[in-house]
DNA sequence: CAGATGCTTCGACCGAGGTCGAACCATCGA
DNA sequence: TCGATGGTTCGACCTCGGTCGAAGCATCTG
């Protein structure tokens, strides 16, 4: 197959309503069930199964099987970066959404989420946003870098900084924000260090992230998120 | 329009192979007309209309009135972005290509091309790579960063180092090499300035790029580019 | 072994959309 | 004003693919 088929055919794939809501379900990071993708979409089954066959078999999906559940993710971290490109594009022209029916759980996740590998959300953006006001990112829509001041940062987290410095920022257009938070290798050891130190709790069945009080607190002092303190 | 519908709508443009070859033959940042997309895609002139019409619709392209011309482009770096996303994804998991006559063009499109407002293929990854080889920048998958030593290096090209270091350098996934060139900031810069100086020069009809004789000898001392020697 | 549950395959239906020829509109040159 | 050329609109055709119910397969539980 050509590459130009090759990138039709993706785009076919991203093309379809439903395959598209299961991709969106599934940007979170985790691994789902065919049921609970297929809810998540509001097909039947049979639909469900049909699609998630196909991108499987195009290598955008990756399934595990545990049992009688099979547990499908995005195959890879390069296609998660490629959706959110698309995700990019369409949120800039995108009309404005209808606020319906805003419950608490819509709420959370505008204050926090997980995209991926790492947070996005208001508080997501406003760590990124504390980080390059205080001179410990330097960001850019093409990349960023990591500055001797949040290396410091990193090692009061206990997270390795890596030997070559400056090379794990990635901005990440947010969804809700419209702008930019931390992906890349930082975000992702953000993420694992709040986690592990159990600031933040993933919710199940949602990509919202919950913050402890304890986390609360951290979170707070760490990038003055005045937010945080109310 | 919701988000994911938005999303769904980009994937089926970019869905369809006709559309697709458009994008692509797009995808070095010149303006065309819509009879060369529809020479580029294979497809009569009352189907080149309609897809062209979608697409800007869209906001994917623009188009500039000239007299009786209608060019079309690339609406934004963000679009092109989206679309090197894609390719990405798409080069890494296409069967090998069965090369068919090979001609001189397919040869020059493979030693040097433009990709949208930045240089690609052979010659283009071992620039990057001689820069990264002589710690001029530094590469990840996420971003990069370029050194001391390589605003010493923009310096004599007469580029202006700006004022945040390190911010401008996009890897970006080279479709003929499956490596990476240099995007972003950096990469356009660079293009731009082998371009005033008459180092390249852009052929008609094509994404191919030549090399003058004085590029090849600058560019072969300047990026120690054994293979401009021979 | 038997029932329950998760998931897939099969077959039939149906709507969406890509394609082209013909005709039409817009702009340029003489 | 009158071709000539670039580009679009219209209408008819036809294929492709998304959808679901029914049935079948696989795996766990009792």
């Known amino acids: 197959m050509s590459s130009v088929a ?6 076919a794939l991203i093309g379809d309503p439903t395959r598209c809501a299961m991709l969106v379900a599934l940007m979170d ?20 199964s049909s699609h998630l066959a ?3 078999q195009a290598d955008l999906l990756s399934v595990i099987r545990q049992g ?19 995700m990019a594009v369409a949120s800039r022209t995108a009309a404005p959404q209808r606020v319906v029916a805003t419950g608490p759980r819509d ?3 505008r204050d926090l989420r997980t995209c991926y590998d790492h947070l996005a959300g208001r508080h997501a953006v406003a760590i ?8 410990q990112i330097v960001l850019s829509p093409d990349g960023g870098r990591l500055t001797e001041a949040g290396e410091a940062l990193l090692r009061t987290l206990s997270i390795d ?11 990440c257009l947010d969804w809700s924000e419209r702008r930019f938070h ?19 709790r993933r919710s199940e069945g949602s990509r919202a992230v919950s913050l402890s009080p304890d986390g609360r607190r951290a979170l707070a002092d760490l990038f003055d998120l005045e937010a945080l303190r109310a």
């Not at 090759?6 to 785009?11: D, K, N, P, S, T």
């Not at 992906?183 to 600031?199: K, N, V």
Request: glycine share 14%; proline share 6%.
């Open 6 to 11: 090759r990138l039709a055919e993706i785009g």
């Open 107 to 109: 709420q959370s996740m």
């Open 68 to 86: 009688r559940h099979r547990y499908h993710q995005i195959a890879s971290a390069e296609v998660a970066r490629m959706l959110e490109g698309l």
């Open 54 to 56: 196909q991108l499987t």
């Open 29 to 48: 990071g985790r691994a789902l069930t065919a049921s609970e993708l297929a809810r998540a979409a509001g097909v039947t089954p049979p639909t469900a």
């Open 161 to 171: 900084v890596p030997a070559e410095p400056g090379l794990l920022v990635r901005p």
């Open 182 to 200: 931390l992906g890349g290798g930082l975000g992702a050891a953000l993420q694992q260090a709040f986690l592990t130190r159990g600031w933040i």
């Open 128 to 135: 990124a946003d504390g980080m390059a006001a205080r001179g």
